[in-house]
C-alpha cells in the first residue's frame, strides 16, 4: 500500500510540472508570436537581418523555442514514467500500458526496468 501510495505521489507531482511547463510554455509562446510577427514585419519593411538579431532582446527567439522544447521533454518524461508505475500498479498490464501510449510493449517494459533500477 506504501508503494502505491508512493507511486500516487509521483504521478502528481509528474501532473503538477506539466502544468508548470504548459503555463511556462504558453508565455514565452506568446513572447515567440509577438517577435516573429515583429521580425516578419521588418524584414518586409527592408531592415537588415543581422541587425535584427543582433538588436534581438535576450532571450533571443532561438532560445525561447529551444527552452519550450527542453522544458516539455523534461516534464513528459517524468509523467511517462510516473503514469506507466501508476498504471502497472493499478494491475494494468505492459500490453495495455503501450496500447494506451501508443508504444511498443517493449518500450514500456524498458520504462518500468529502467525506473525499477533508479528506485534502487
Known amino acids: ?18 502544468e508548470s511547463a504548459a503555463q511556462s510554455n504558453v508565455d514565452r509562446s506568446r513572447q515567440l508570436q509577438d517577435r516573429a510577427a515583429n521580425l516578419r514585419k521588418r524584414l518586409n519593411a527592408g531592415d537588415d537581418l543581422v541587425a535584427l538579431v543582433e538588436a534581438e532582446e535576450q532571450p533571443r527567439m532561438v532560445e525561447l523555442l529551444s527552452a519550450n522544447l527542453t522544458v516539455l521533454e523534461t516534464a513528459g518524461a517524468e509523467f511517462r514514467a510516473a503514469e506507466a508505475l501508476a498504471l502497472r500498479s493499478e494491475g494494468l498490464t505492459i500490453e495495455a500500458i503501450a496500447n494506451l501510449f501508443g508504444v511498443t510493449r517493449q518500450r514500456i517494459s524498458a520504462l518500468l526496468k529502467q525506473q525499477a533500477a533508479i528506485q534502487r
Open 1 to 18: 500500500m506504501a508503494e502505491k501510495n508512493e507511486t500516487l505521489e509521483r504521478l502528481l507531482t509528474a501532473l503538477a510540472e506539466i
